[in-house]
């Protein structure tokens, strides 16, 4: 799946709160990126499991991989390709490291599209 396809699918399923199904989506473009991109994909796979890890109630675990999450995607802030909102994510991840929440969890994989 192309990475503007797969962002696109992994979005519904994050939406849907279908975060683990979101990973799946994630972790197959991060297995066939390219070297540059390859962890970048790895760290939007881990932050869709340490929405899982949340939504299981396993705290511990969510901290731990959204917080890696956060430190992959690091270096890719400054030139984010496909769109992807890197610091919005990291961010995200990082709040939702420290503060985890019940119920469906948001978190908007690329920049709104302008007009």
Not at 31 to 40: S, Y
Not at 59 to 88: C, K, N
Request: glycine share 6%.
């Amino acid at each position: 799946m192309p990475p503007e396809q797969a962002l696109v699918e992994a979005q519904r399923l994050l939406d849907a709160d279908r975060p683990f199904h979101a990973h799946e989506v994630l972790e197959a473009v991060w297995k066939a990126a390219p070297d540059p991109e390859r962890e970048l994909w790895r760290g939007l796979a881990q932050v869709a499991v340490g929405i899982t890890h949340i939504r299981r109630g396993n705290a511990r675990g969510a901290d731990a991989l959204l917080s890696r999450a956060a430190e992959r995607l690091v270096p890719y802030e400054d030139a984010p390709p496909h769109g992807i909102d890197v610091q919005g994510v990291v961010q995200r991840a990082r709040h939702l490291a420290r503060h985890p929440q019940e119920g469906p969890i948001s978190v908007r994989l690329t920049k709104p599209a302008r007009p």
